[in-house]
């Protein structure tokens, strides 16, 4: 059903900041109640803050995670190589290394292999990207986009439901750009399991 209330989170923020700025012109000439006018710019501006307070902490969270994939890149090598070492050791048996937990269990994945990745594809169309994706067993995707050639990633959004509509601007207008998107499932507020594949298109518009 159609509703006024936009859907997207970055869209509700601007909607509530048009509707808190433009509501007195629009009471005077209704002449409605000042205490309605009241309780409305009120509901605007806890919403507003309740939203940009919640962008805050998911950027913390975000930058926290990616420090925290660093760190596993990092030490999960040199970790393995001190199991190498202990396994190498002429006392080893594998009733040790059972103990220690470096055995790996028969029919075992590897770290992060149980958990479902979550796919995307990406069209382009006049004005946006469209991002479709399945969820990989998650209540919620974080979609990330970043232009071809940048280091890093932006986070765009998190979405509940296929598809995400991309409404950012060309860098410079008129020229096409290659863009890169990905998506990693959401359960219970937290990310979880692999990134999907990188999916790529090129945008006109």
Known sequence: MNDFIPRRIGDRILWLKNLAAKLPDAAKELSLPDAVQKDMLKTCS?????????????????????????????????????????????????SL???LGIVTPDGATAAGGSEPKPTLTVEPEPGFVRVKFKKGGGDSVHVYGRRAGEPAWQFLARDTNSPYDDHTPLAKPGVPEVREYRVRAVRHDAEYGPFSDVAVVTQHS
Request: cysteine-free.
């Open 97 to 99: 290394g059972k103990g």
């Open 46 to 94: 806890t919403l507003v803050s309740a939203y940009e307070a919640n962008e805050q902490k998911l950027t913390q969270y975000q930058q926290q995670v990616a420090r925290t994939e660093e760190l596993e890149a990092q030490l999960y090598p040199e970790l393995r190589a001190q199991v190498r070492l202990i396994k190498a050791q002429p006392a080893y048996l594998d």
